[in-house]
């Protein structure tokens, strides 16, 4: 892949098994070099899929590279109850448990304890972005930083690059079918039409946004969720949160694991350049 750093050839995939809200989930590690020594940053990744699909392999090419390019991190590719099993707010709770869980079981990571980054891309970056406002809401683990890629988070499908199809034909029904897509997550994931208000379903329609971790937040061009995306960048800014919003180039959106490429290829160097950035201090509480 042209532009960015080779994978370690000592990278470290490890397959484990971390506690979730109700029972144990599917993990993966990755860490460059001996395990045994711990990092500094630990970044918990949240698979996409809708809410109704997806895997902890979705990420693999996209963490492997993002630890080989900093060795002072680990990452963990993490599981969460998808909504066919059972609907909100079990993937919510599962990814605050495991939040917590990882803050337990430093040792174990490979980690020291000292900067927790949340990251997650489509459903996962909705993960990611509610298990920010739970934590601060819980007293804790503290975070450090988020990482939002095309991230869904609005349940109600109401901005306009949602609504409106791109000119080109093609595009468009490409674009139609993410739409699609999305619609059939959030029916699965949210059953009662009542929880689509909720903040840890919609953290978009939140009024209370202040007291965040800093924030990464990457929209892409033709990307049916781009509006939500840079619309919940703008609310965290006017809340005082340090945040970063970026377009990325089109994603090959009709390949499988095109989101993920896309991430990879294009924007690997800023999510590795923000997560070091990020100074471990903790959010204060709302």
């Not at 532009?3 to 098994?17: F, H, S, W």
């Not at 920010?132 to 890629?149: C, E, F, H, T």
Request: net charge neutral; glycine share 8%.
């Amino acid at each position: 892949m042209q532009g960015i750093v080779p994978v370690a050839a000592d990278l470290v995939r490890r397959d484990m098994e971390v506690s979730g809200a109700e029972g144990p989930l599917p993990a993966r590690l990755y860490l460059a070099g001996v395990p045994a020594t711990k990092r500094d940053t630990l970044v918990v990744f949240f698979h996409g899929g809708g809410f109704v699909g997806g895997s902890i392999d979705e990420a693999d090419d996209f963490l492997a590279h993002l630890v080989s390019a900093d060795r002072a991190q680990v990452a963990l590719s993490a599981g969460y109850t998808l909504a066919s099993v059972k609907p909100f707010p079990a993937a919510v709770e599962d990814a605050h448990a495991l939040l917590l869980w990882a803050k337990k079981n430093k040792s174990k990571l490979s980690w020291n304890g000292k900067r927790l980054v949340v990251a997650g891309i489509e459903a996962g970056a909705n993960l990611a972005a509610v298990v920010s406002l739970m934590s601060r809401d819980r007293g804790g683990p503290p975070l450090a930083g988020q990482v939002l890629i095309m991230p869904m988070l609005d349940p109600a499908l109401s901005t306009c690059s949602m609504r409106e199809m791109p000119v080109c034909r093609d595009k468009a029904a490409i674009a139609d079918k993410v739409a699609d897509t999305c619609a059939a997550g959030y029916r699965g994931y949210l059953p009662n039409a009542a929880d689509r208000s909720h903040p840890y379903a919609s953290p978009l329609q939140s009024s209370r946004l202040k007291n965040l971790p800093p924030a990464l937040i990457l929209s892409a061009e033709d990307d049916p969720l781009r509006d939500e995306a840079e619309q919940y960048g703008a609310k965290l800014i006017k809340c005082g949160i340090t945040t970063t919003v970026k377009r990325l180039p089109p994603p090959p959106l009709e390949q499988p694991g095109g989101r993920n490429d896309c991430a990879c290829v294009f924007a690997l160097t800023e999510i590795a350049a923000f997560i070091r950035g990020v100074d471990g201090t903790e959010t204060p509480p709302a």
